[in-house]
């Protein structure tokens, strides 16, 4: 293989579309997670309404940010628009480029977008990046191994590493719920159950007294407490696609049967979990 050859050029290897399609799956997933971040989407349709980061980068560029702990280019405004522009610029090109070089290069710029946007005064504490640099720190890796060696090899590896990352994810989700509020149910009941325009949340409301609905977050925090730390303990033992299936199921319904806005910080969770249904079945019952 030559530097200069596209991926799909360069190989008779049976499996190696499936490699292509693990990435272009992911990279897509990772652009629409952050475009997340501009628009809304719901089941009704695209919502061309100012998403959180447009509303962020306003407020930025006309109160700038002032905490003294950050070094000042990760206070600017400029930085934080430029970084999250660039990232997203890069998604773009690694979908539509067909060269590994290119896909790779792609895939640093990201992931040095990403890591800026992690630190940033004005983002570190959003999930969304959090999430998008651990998938991204997976794409760089699939890219560096992109029509080199065996492909059901590479496939199984990247798997494994996608569940074990979704596992991490999971658990540490969960340990930051291992509180007295969420186990009571009362961080969800004032997130969610008490006045989220969410859909589920919105019948809920119209069915049930306020009492009934107190019980009902108690239960509910509880079961995502549990569920989150069965998963992120176990997730990553399960074969391939048991382990795909999981991880697609659970993500998308923490964002639809809770707050569509938490598509922008698990579409690419979903994108990277279902990586485990391209592993071919002569390797469903290995362990990388």
């Known amino acids: 293989m030559t530097n200069g050859e596209s991926d799909e050029n360069v190989t008779t290897d049976p499996y190696a579309g499936r490699i292509t399609a693990a990435y272009l799956i992911v990279q897509a997933s990772l652009f629409i997670g952050l475009f997340w971040k501009l628009a809304l989407i719901t089941p009704s349709g695209l919502v061309w309404q100012k998403g959180f980061f447009l509303l962020a980068d306003e407020l930025y560029h006309r109160t700038p ?3 003294p702990f950050f070094p000042d280019w990760l206070r600017s405004a400029e930085v934080l628009r430029w970084a999250f522009l660039c990232t997203m610029a890069s998604l773009l090109i690694g979908i539509v480029g067909k060269f590994r070089l290119v896909r790779i290069a792609m895939a640093v710029v990201s992931l040095v977008g990403l890591s800026i946007l ?61 509180t007295p509020e969420y186990w009571s149910g009362e961080v969800f009941y004032d997130i969610y159950f008490r006045d989220r325009d969410h859909w589920l949340f919105n019948r809920l409301r119209e069915s049930f007294e306020p009492e009934t609905l107190r019980t009902m977050a108690m239960w509910y925090s509880r079961k995502v407490v549990v569920v989150e730390t069965i998963c992120g303990f176990g997730m990553w033992r399960l074969p391939p ?24 910080v698990l579409t690419c969770m979903v994108g990277m979990s279902s990586v485990g249904f391209l592993v071919p079945s002569q390797r469903l019952g290995e362990t990388p």
């Open 65 to 67: 940010l002032l905490d």
């Open 241 to 264: 696609r048991w382990a795909a299936a999981l991880g697609v199921t659970l993500f998308f319904s923490i964002a639809a049967l809770s707050n569509f806005w938490l598509f922008s």
């Open 118 to 178: 992690c630190v940033h005064q004005g983002s570190y504490n959003d999930a969304t990046f959090a999430t998008s640099w651990w998938v991204t720190l997976w794409v760089l890796w699939l890219t560096t191994r992109m029509g080199r060696g065996d492909s059901v090899a590479v496939l199984t590896h990247a798997a494994f590493l996608a569940r074990l990352i979704g596992s991490m994810i999971l658990l540490g989700g969960a340990v930051g719920k291992w």
